[in-house]
Every structure is written in structure tokens, then in C-alpha cells.
């Protein structure tokens, strides 16, 4: 049994230089793609079999790195370091329901999951080929272990590679990275106050609040990242205010005031049902003020 690390170095550039340092046995998976020469970006799958100075450099550099951001696996394999090479680079594009070939960033373990989850049994038995055990830190920095099927589950693996998504599958996938874009745009807007709440905080907020504006019928993603900074600014308790809640029970989706309009109007004790989801860390920015009547945030 061999062990690997998978290293995601678009999250921590230039990692395979300190590998070449250490002179530790890798493989980039952009090899053989056109983003072969962005090495310092690149995912590298890195032999951690044998035991030595140089392994226990490798893991305890990886082992650091995955605690403090979404860029680290760890790999059971029954391949060699060159066979599981050749078999994950297969996997550099995955083909969309249009057609048009994608390039999936999977070993972001924040979007593993994702992927993992959408796959169906074959197609998850292919792309698992040869691999026993897969952990990996999450966006918390905690382990996660993967679903790896079992041989007793399915056939032989010979999907077609790439792999390809159904539109049920692409939606999904879209759908589980929303949350994670909704984030990166209040970043761009409201950064001081977004960067008081702990992220193990931040991510499964935004995640419910915008399921939530799903079911009341708040699709578009603009119209949603003003919904976001609303349920920041007072810790999601807008929903309790009466003017939120009949405009809940009429619907968003077929209502002829627009969301920018409603939003716009909202009465300033709205902005006060509840305290800013910030406020225990000392941000006292007035956010709502930063919703303009172009419809931008």
C-alpha cells in the first residue's frame, strides 16, 4: 500500500519548490495539460510512503498548511506514485451537459465534496480507481473522510473519462458553491466586517440564509447578496420583522414590487431587529448604508 499527500499550491504558492528543497518525490497533475508550466499553482500528489526525515518534513508541512486552508488530502493507493498520477490526471476536465469540457478544481477540498457527492456510483468508482482511503481537511480545518465505494457496490469502473455531468449533476455542483461566492463578494464590499466573523461561523450562515432566500423565492444572485448583508446586519432576525414577514407570505418570485425596490425601502427598524453578526468582535459599520439605488452592493 502506498500513502500520498494530494497538495492543492494554488493556496499556497510555490510549494513544489520547498518540496525540491527536501527533495521529496512528486508528481504535478497539471502535467500534459496546457497548464503544465503554472507549477507554482499547480496540485501536486506527493509520496509519503517510506518513512524519513524527508516524509515526516513533508507531512508535518502539509499537516500545518491543511489546518489553515482547504488545500490538503491525504491517500491510501494501491497505484504507484506515476500509476495514480497517470489515472488523477485524467481528470483535469470534467465534460457539462452543453458539451463544453470544464476544468475541476476537486482537489479544493472545498469543492471534493461536492463533486464526490454528485457522482454517481460508476462514475465515483472510476474516478476512486485504485484509491482506498482518501481524508481530507476541510474549509475548518478538520478531517474529513471521503466516500470511497466498495467493490462489492459496483462493477468493474470503466466510465468514459472525462466524466460526464447531467444537468441535475451541474446544478448541484453550482448550487453547493454558491454560498462560497456569495462569500468572496461580500468580502469585496464589506471586508472589515466580514473578516471579524470566524469563517466556521460565516460559511454555515451564509449557507442557511441563502437556502432560505431559495424558498422564499430570492434566485438572483445580486439580489441575494443584499439579502446576505440584511441577515448579517442583524444576525438573520429581519425575518421576525411584520413588514419582512408579509412580504414572506406574499412571495418574491411573483410580486410586481421589485427586490431592489422592497430592499431599498425597508424602514430603518429592520436594520435593528437584531445585532450585527460582527458586533462581538467590534465592527460598527453602517453596512445597509452601502446597498445604492443602481442595484449594486
Not at 488530502?73 to 483535469?92: E, I, N, V
Not at 482511503?133 to 471521503?146: H, N
Not at 450585527?276 to 449594486?296: F, K, Q, R, Y
Request: charged share 25%.
Amino acid at each position: 500500500m502506498y500513502r500520498y499527500i494530494l497538495f492543492d499550491s494554488s493556496q499556497h504558492m510555490r510549494f513544489s519548490s520547498r518540496l525540491d528543497r527536501l527533495g521529496a518525490h512528486y508528481v504535478s497533475l497539471f502535467d500534459g495539460h496546457p497548464e503544465e508550466p503554472f507549477q507554482d499553482i499547480a496540485p501536486l500528489l506527493i509520496d509519503v510512503t517510506v518513512d524519513g526525515e524527508i516524509t515526516q518534513a513533508v507531512v508535518d508541512e502539509t499537516t500545518r498548511i491543511g489546518l489553515m486552508k482547504p488545500c490538503v488530502s491525504r491517500l491510501d493507493s494501491t497505484k504507484s506514485l506515476q500509476q495514480l498520477a497517470d489515472h488523477l490526471l485524467q481528470f483535469h476536465l470534467f465534460e457539462m451537459p452543453n458539451g463544453k469540457f470544464m476544468v475541476m478544481r476537486w482537489y479544493d477540498t472545498r469543492i471534493l465534496p461536492a463533486v464526490i457527492g454528485i457522482l454517481s456510483p460508476q462514475q465515483l468508482a472510476t474516478f476512486t480507481d485504485g484509491i482506498t482511503v482518501w481524508q481530507s481537511y476541510d474549509r475548518f480545518g478538520a478531517v474529513q473522510e471521503q466516500r470511497i465505494p466498495s467493490k462489492s457496490d459496483t462493477k468493474r469502473p470503466n466510465e468514459h473519462v472525462p466524466l460526464t455531468l447531467d444537468n441535475v449533476q451541474e446544478r448541484a455542483l453550482f448550487d453547493a458553491a454558491e454560498p462560497d461566492v456569495l462569500i468572496y463578494e461580500l468580502r469585496r464590499n464589506i471586508r472589515a466586517e466580514i473578516d471579524c466573523v470566524p469563517h466556521h461561523v460565516l460559511h454555515p450562515f451564509i449557507s442557511s440564509q441563502r437556502q432560505k432566500a431559495m424558498e422564499d423565492g430570492v434566485t438572483e444572485r445580486a439580489d441575494q447578496l443584499q439579502l446576505m448583508i440584511l441577515a448579517l446586519s442583524t444576525s438573520g432576525r429581519y425575518a421576525e420583522h411584520a413588514r419582512v414577514i408579509d412580504r414572506l407570505k406574499a412571495g418574491f418570485a411573483d410580486n410586481q414590487e421589485p427586490f431592489q425596490q422592497w430592499i431599498e425601502n425597508l424602514p430603518e427598524d429592520v436594520w435593528t431587529t437584531g445585532q450585527p453578526l460582527w458586533v462581538t468582535n467590534g465592527a460598527t459599520s453602517e453596512s445597509h448604508a452601502l446597498i445604492t439605488g443602481d442595484g449594486t452592493v
